[in-house]
């Protein structure tokens, strides 16, 4: 393959052959095509984007660098929820114990955090000992046995989204709509499920900033994710505030974990109950939409959902005795410092772009593929629109490595809140659905 020939023909708007994809990223996965090559070949496609068809290559081609999961027969349903990147986005650790409390299989393959998005294995990675890493045949057993797995891409499971994602991350390439529509599709299809929501983000901190992008890369989803057979519903759903009050890995798996307990917050209880239930009703047309809501709370209130975190936690490797430790403190970080208001009236914008920056530069982000992640820092108590406040309100608590860090986070996260006297009605988080 001439890969400096194609990069130049993809610079200049020309298409690929399937078969040139797929050299493209047999060669990439196996390390015969240096980052530096790839990463041109990423931005001409960011600026020039695919054709339909090469997307569709491409998403197959990354799906058969690895190993395309099989299953047992098995009446439970196969299926799986997947986020385009939000900050604060925990979704999926509430979500997939709910999914298994109710019945289904989820083989869920999340990816780490990009940009200022977090990941679910950087959050997952927070809990001391906890495995993110296990082969095809792990993935199975443990699915059957305790009815999920969360897992991420490695040599044998989709390598080449492992390996582009992260090369993607830091090359300035993340939001293409056919490079994000091919990561995705091709960590879904190769779990071998059945059914599939995705939250496809719009607004400041997501990669899609307007509702009509994000509608473009939701059809552009779901028409090639129902071309491969994988039934797909889109969410259209707001990321101009942080999802929940916790943004930061430990922080966000300890509000999951509340919400388990069916502490909320209502944004992140609420999405999670409706992406729940459009699965139920997805693999089971007699249900409508409410009954299969209040099947989803009755399950979450029963505790069964919790349970089940905890027996992922314990077939990954977690240290539940740790994590239960971790979960009685206040914080894992050494310093705490608060931001207060010094007036009183209601707050009409929680910028999540701000905020994701903030959590990045205290360590919880990376800014090159190598960076490790300090899984201690973040915020939490953040507070949200609509909300009243009055003079010493605290606005959100910043969890730092040290003072130096914290004040800095305090000077920057002053910007990311603006208030007025009156109150305010905040905008409806999901905003559509397509199917
Ligand atoms: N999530 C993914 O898995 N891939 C992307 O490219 C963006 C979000």
């Not at 599709?185 to 990669?207: C, N, P, R, Y």
Request: proline share 5%.
């Amino acid at each position: 393959m001439n890969f400096p020939a194609l990069i130049e023909a993809k610079r200049d708007g020309q298409s690929h052959t399937r078969d040139e994809i797929r050299e493209i990223v047999q060669a990439y996965t196996t390390g015969d095509i240096p980052d530096y090559q790839m990463s041109a070949w990423l931005m001409a496609v960011y600026f020039q984007s695919l054709q339909p068809e090469e997307t569709r290559a491409l998403t197959l081609a990354m799906r058969d660098s690895g190993t395309v999961l099989e299953w047992p027969d098995d009446p439970r349903p196969l299926v799986d929820k997947h986020s385009t990147g939000g900050v604060g986005d925990k979704v999926s650790l509430v979500l997939a114990p709910i999914l298994a409390a109710l019945g289904f299989r989820v083989p869920m393959i999340s990816g780490r955090g990009l940009g200022i998005t977090g990941g679910t294995l950087d959050k997952l990675a927070s809990i001391p000992g906890f495995k993110t890493q296990l082969e095809p045949d792990q993935i199975i057993s443990q699915v059957q046995d305790i009815g999920l797995a969360i897992v991420g891409q490695t040599s044998t499971m989709v390598p080449a989204d492992k390996r582009i994602y992260a090369l993607r991350d830091v090359t300035g390439t993340v939001p293409s709509i056919p490079l994000i529509t091919a990561s995705i599709l091709s960590k879904k299809l190769s779990e071998g499920i059945g059914t599939l929501v995705m939250d496809v983000k719009f607004g400041a901190a997501a990669f899609m900033k307007t509702p009509g992008e994000a509608r473009e890369l939701a059809q552009s989803i779901v028409e090639l994710a129902q071309n491969c057979g994988l039934k797909t519903t889109a969410f259209l759903t707001d990321m101009d505030t942080p999802l929940g009050m916790a943004v930061g890995n430990w922080l966000e798996v300890k509000e999951a974990v509340r919400c388990l307990d069916c502490y909320g917050p209502d944004d992140l209880q609420t999405l999670t109950v409706d992406i729940a239930a459009t699965l139920l009703v997805e693999t089971n047309s007699r249900l409508t939409i409410a009954a299969a809501r209040q099947r989803v709370l009755e399950s979450l209130t029963s505790g069964k959902p919790r349970a089940t975190f905890n027996e992922m936690v314990k077939a990954q490797g977690g240290d539940l005795a740790a994590l239960e430790a971790q979960l009685g403190t206040n914080s894992t970080a050494p310093v705490i410092m608060d931001l207060e208001t010094p007036d009183e009236g209601f707050i009409t914008r929680t910028d999540a772009q701000i905020i994701g920056e903030v959590v990045r530069d205290l360590g919880g982000g990376r800014m090159t593929q190598e960076d490790e992640i300090d899984h201690a820092v973040g915020l939490d108590e953040i507070a949200k629109p609509g909300e009243p406040f009055g003079v010493g309100s605290v606005l959100a608590r910043v969890h730092a490595r040290d003072k130096t860090s914290a004040q800095h986070a305090l000077d920057r996260l002053k910007q990311a809140f603006e208030f007025q006297d009156e109150p305010f009605e905040s905008t409806p988080l999901i905003h559509d659905r397509i199917c």
